[in-house]
């Protein structure tokens, strides 16, 4: 069975300096991995995704993340962090062969950027 | 904006109440989710209909009842809830349901209280 875990509920960061949301995932097959972010009373937003090749994956809004096949993870990172990238932050994975796999989401990681 | 319309935003219903909940995309897409955003869980999975076809019903009890007439609306029809059936339902939609690299697209959800 497929699960992800984000270890951190809560993640500070003062703004400029260089961001980190952490994920390691557990799948049977080779994983497809996916960020999305939720700001305030809206859905979810993608990010990014890792299927396959570099593993550095850039994505939108400055975003990128780094597949790690030995430690199983898919940490999301940003050089900046701007005020307005404080959100909630899910981790995605779906295992392969992908036929009859749903999504399984993490719990979520909420970042907050301060002035 | 992602493609992927919900309403209402805002619900609120007695426990005796009936009420339902709409999704509409114009994506062209052909498998569409319902989720269920609690705070500090996970984001639950509750129903996946793929080419207007229920694929995935995660034991939800059956005071809930989907509907998916067509390929671009999704209902969620409510009756009898309780009080912890309040939340943030979130409803998805994907080019289908087993295409390995798809990525969901989200609506804003409708936060459902229920009094």
């Known amino acids: 069975a497929q699960s992800v875990a984000q270890p951190e509920d809560q993640v500070n960061v003062a703004e400029g300096n260089p961001l980190t949301v952490k994920c390691t995932y557990s799948?049977?097959?080779?994983?497809?991995l996916f960020w999305y972010v939720q700001y305030p009373n809206r859905g979810l937003q993608f990010l990014l995704k890792?299927?396959?090749?570099?593993?550095l994956v850039k994505g939108s809004y400055g975003f990128e993340a780094e597949f790690n096949k030995s430690q199983t993870s898919f940490h999301l990172k940003k050089p900046s962090a701007l005020v307005s990238d404080s959100a909630l932050y899910f981790c995605?994975?779906?295992?392969?062969?992908?036929?009859?796999?749903?999504?399984?989401f993490g719990p979520g990681t909420r970042l907050s950027v301060l002035p | 904006e992602t493609g992927v319309t919900q309403t209402p935003r805002h619900l609120v219903m007695g426990m005796t109440n009936k009420k339902s909940l709409k999704c509409e995309q114009h994506?062209?897409?052909?498998?569409m989710y319902w989720y269920k955003q609690s705070a500090k869980k996970p984001l639950e999975l509750m129903f996946v209909?793929?080419?207007?076809?229920?694929?995935e019903n995660n034991s939800v009890p059956s005071r809930f009842s989907p509907e998916c007439p067509n390929s671009s609306h999704l209902f969620l029809h409510l009756h009898t809830l309780q009080p912890e059936d309040s939340a943030l339902y979130l409803c998805?939609?994907?080019?289908?349901?087993?295409?390995?690299?798809?990525?969901?697209?989200f609506g804003s959800g409708t936060q459902l209280s229920v009094l």
């Open positions: 890792y299927i396959t090749g570099d593993n």
């Open positions: 209909y793929n080419f207007k076809e229920q694929t």
């Open positions: 994506l062209g897409h052909n498998a």
């Open positions: 998805a939609s994907s080019r289908d349901r087993d295409s390995n690299n798809e990525k969901l697209f």
């Open positions: 799948v049977s097959g080779n994983p497809y």
């Open positions: 995605a994975v779906r295992d392969t062969p992908s036929y009859g796999q749903n999504f399984v």
